[in-house]
């Protein structure tokens, strides 16, 4: 029996880059991101080292009862248009589909909002991905179109769905 867990996201830490790599390269997780597989944890370490006091992310670990559970963030936080890229991997399995990633989705969005004051937030997903879809518009992003052979993913072009959220439609 599944029981109510608090949810919460704090900056990722160094502490967190094993648990990442361990997530990433985990099969049930990695279809849709977008690494060369397998990741390291020197590689991380530097990935880590290399965007530290940065402005243009925010990188964040998911928390169930205070135990990571996978990573959110925004991503090319651009001040002068007010607006982010989000994303968002849930590492653990078991907390896939239970309400984690949709209560973490609403307080990165918040964070976005409220605290940089973006206007604009905004996402990239692969057609395929219906269960991605399924949460990002759960929690108010707003489908915008699809972009045809954007990116090339595990060696073809794939489509990707462009999804949109803005401060007015946060503020309703």
Not at 63 to 83: C, F, H, R, W, Y
Not at 107 to 128: A, C, D, H, P, S
Request: glycine content about 8%.
């Amino acid at each position: 029996m599944w029981r109510e867990v608090e949810i919460s996201i704090r900056k990722f830490a160094r502490k967190d880059i094993p648990k990442k790599v361990e997530w990433i390269n985990n099969p049930e997780n990695n279809q849709f991101l977008h690494y060369d597989i397998p990741i390291s944890i020197e590689g991380t370490e530097r990935w880590f080292d290399s965007h530290e006091g940065e402005t243009t992310r925010y990188d964040a670990v998911i928390e169930a009862d205070g135990s990571p559970i996978g990573t959110i963030g925004l991503l090319n936080v651009d001040q002068k248009n007010s607006k982010a890229e989000y994303y968002i991997a849930m590492g653990e399995v078991a907390y896939k589909g239970r309400g984690a990633a949709k209560e973490a989705s609403s307080l990165i969005l918040e964070y976005g909002f409220e605290k940089l004051g973006l206007n604009r937030i905004y996402l990239f997903t692969e057609v395929e991905n219906v269960a991605a879809q399924k949460l990002f518009e759960s929690v108010g992003f707003v489908k915008e179109g699809v972009i045809r052979q954007d990116i090339v993913s595990h060696g073809k072009y794939v489509d990707r769905v462009a999804y949109g959220f803005l401060r007015e439609d946060w503020i309703r």
